[in-house]
């Protein structure tokens, strides 16, 4: 019994030595610049927001209702309001698509009143920005509003 244990004692001592020989020298080997590029890559694709970025600002869309006159100004009036800004990639390799942006209109206390989503169908290039544009109408209460990426697909090419 005792001459079973020690043999398969033996055996395994060479069995994780040999093993150990074999992986540390290819775990020695230097990585190819392709195979870096392959692994940043990888990594940006899995966290999108971690990348993407978006800011803008928000005017009203002032509407002309009556043209000036002889002895009247010009009237105009709101009809909603634009918000204009960019959404930026900084990853390095890594493309998206499909960008959902979340638009947070919040009153004076900063209390959320309401969320809106809205997808841009676009391609955003590595350590690109892109500008977009949208029309909305915020409720009557809202003082502030905020920007953030929901969510974005990776582009496997």
């Known amino acids: 019994m005792k001459k079973t244990i020690t043999t398969l004692l033996i055996a395994t001592v060479l069995l994780a030595s040999c093993n150990n020989g074999g992986s540390s020298a290819s775990a020695n080997r230097p990585k190819t610049p392709e195979e870096l590029k392959a692994e940043l890559k990888q990594q940006e694709q899995m966290n999108p927001l971690q990348y993407l970025e978006a800011n803008g600002t928000m005017k009203e869309n002032r509407v002309q209702t009556r043209e000036e006159g002889l002895f009247h100004a010009a009237e105009f009036s709101t009809d909603g ?77």
């Open 81 to 157: 309001y634009n918000i204009e800004g960019t959404i930026k990639n900084s990853a390095t390799v890594a493309r998206f698509k499909d960008v959902v942006l979340t638009i947070k209109f919040m009153s004076k206390t900063e209390t959320v009143i309401e969320e809106k989503d809205y997808p841009f169908y676009e391609f955003y290039n590595p350590n690109s920005t892109t500008p977009f544009a949208l029309k909305v109408y915020p409720p009557s209460a809202m003082e502030k509003f905020g920007l953030s990426v929901k969510s974005a697909t990776a582009v496997n090419q």
